[in-house]
C-alpha cells in the first residue's frame, strides 16, 4: 500500500515523492540494501568473526572452509570480506593455480593437504578438490573414470579430515545465467577486474548447462551427514556476503576471549642525546599527492 504524504504549510512548493510504507526501511527503492545499513551490519559481523579468530586461536581449533560455484558468483568477494579485518597469520586463504605437470602425477587430493590448518587456524579455499567434479570434469581435464575415483574418495577424505578433528565447512554460491553475464560484462568493461576473467571462464559461459548437472550430481554424490553442503543464493552481492558471514559464525560454538580494553600508557620520555641519525640524511620518496 502506497502513503501519499500531503504538506499542511501554504508554501508553493513541490509535494515530496510517496512514501512506500511496505518497503523495509534499509532497502532502496529497487529492492537493494541501503550502504549505511549494509556497511552498519558487515561490521558487526566483523567484530563476531575477530572474536571467532581468537577463539580458534585460543582453543587450537582447525577449520576448513570451502567455498565453490560457478564464475563470478561471490566467492572472492565474500572471502575478502571475511579476511578485511583478521590475522592473516590466522586465517589463510588457498586459491591454487592450473597443477603443473609433477601435481598431475600425485594422489589427486595430495596438493590440497600442504594448506590444510595447523591448530589455531582458519584456511578458506577459493575453490577446492572440487574442482574434479566440476571444471575438470565440464571442460574435459579429467577422464570419466578420474571423476568416478574422486566421488568414491572425496567423502572418505574429508570423513578422515573430520575425524581428525578439523571442522570442514562447504558453501555453493548460487548464481542465475543472467546475473552471471551482468557481471563478466562488467569484469571486461572494467581494468580494475578484466583479470578476473579468463578464456576458460567465457569457454565455460557456454556450457551452462553441463556444469549444472555436474553441479546436481556433485552435491547429490558428496553431500553426507557429516560433511554437508549449505547452498547460498548469491545474486544479490550484499546479502550474500551478510548472509554467508552470518552462517559461518553459527556454524562454530565461541565465546569472546578478547582482552578487555586498556588504556595506553604514557610514553618513556627520549633520552637528550640519544644519538639517533639526522632525519633529513635518509632517503624520502617524492611527495606527489
Excluded at 555453493?172 to 577486474?193: A, I
Amino acid at each position: 500500500m502506497t502513503k501519499q504524504v500531503r504538506r499542511t504549510d501554504h508554501h508553493d512548493k513541490p509535494a515530496p515523492e510517496s512514501v512506500d510504507m511496505t518497503r523495509p526501511a534499509h532497502e532502496k527503492k529497487n529492492g537493494n540494501l541501503k550502504k549505511s545499513y549494509y556497511e552498519k551490519q558487515l561490521k558487526e559481523l566483523q567484530v563476531e568473526l575477530v572474536k571467532l579468530q581468537e577463539w580458534v586461536r585460543h582453543e587450537g581449533l582447525r577449520v576448513v572452509v570451502l567455498f565453490e560455484g560457478r564464475d563470478a558468483a561471490g566467492k572472492g568477494n565474500t572471502i575478502k570480506r571475511i579476511t578485511a579485518r583478521l590475522n592473516p597469520r590466522v586465517v589463510r586463504t588457498v586459491a591454487l593455480p592450473v597443477p603443473n605437470d609433477r601435481e598431475k602425477s600425485e594422489w589427486y587430493f595430495q596438493r590440497y593437504v600442504p594448506h590444510l590448518p595447523a591448530a589455531g587456524e582458519i584456511c578458506l579455499f577459493d575453490r577446492s578438490w572440487y574442482n574434479r567434479a566440476l571444471v575438470e570434469r565440464v571442460m574435459g581435464f579429467a577422464t570419466e573414470q578420474e571423476v568416478e575415483e574422486f566421488f568414491q574418495e572425496c567423502p572418505e577424505f574429508e570423513k578422515m579430515l573430520i575425524h581428525s578433528g578439523i571442522i570442514v565447512i562447504k558453501y555453493w554460491f548460487s548464481v542465475s545465467d543472467e546475473e552471471q553475464d551482468r557481471r563478466f560484462q562488467d569484469r571486461l568493461n572494467n581494468p580494475l577486474k578484466r583479470w578476473k576473467i579468463s578464456d576458460i571462464d567465457l569457454k565455460g559461459r557456454d556450457c551452462w548447462e553441463e556444469f549444472s548437472h555436474a553441479k546436481d550430481d556433485m552435491l547429490l554424490r558428496t553431500d553426507t551427514a557429516e560433511s554437508p553442503w549449505w547452498v547460498i543464493e548469491s545474486d544479490d552481492k550484499k546479502r550474500t556476503r551478510l548472509n554467508c558471514i552470518n552462517d559461518l559464525l553459527g556454524r562454530i560454538a565461541y565465546d569472546n576471549v578478547l582482552p578487555p580494553a586498556k588504556k595506553l600508557p604514557k610514553r618513556k620520555a627520549p633520552t637528550k642525546n640519544s644519538g639517533r641519525v639526522p632525519y633529513g640524511t635518509q632517503r624520502l620518496i617524492e611527495l606527489r599527492f
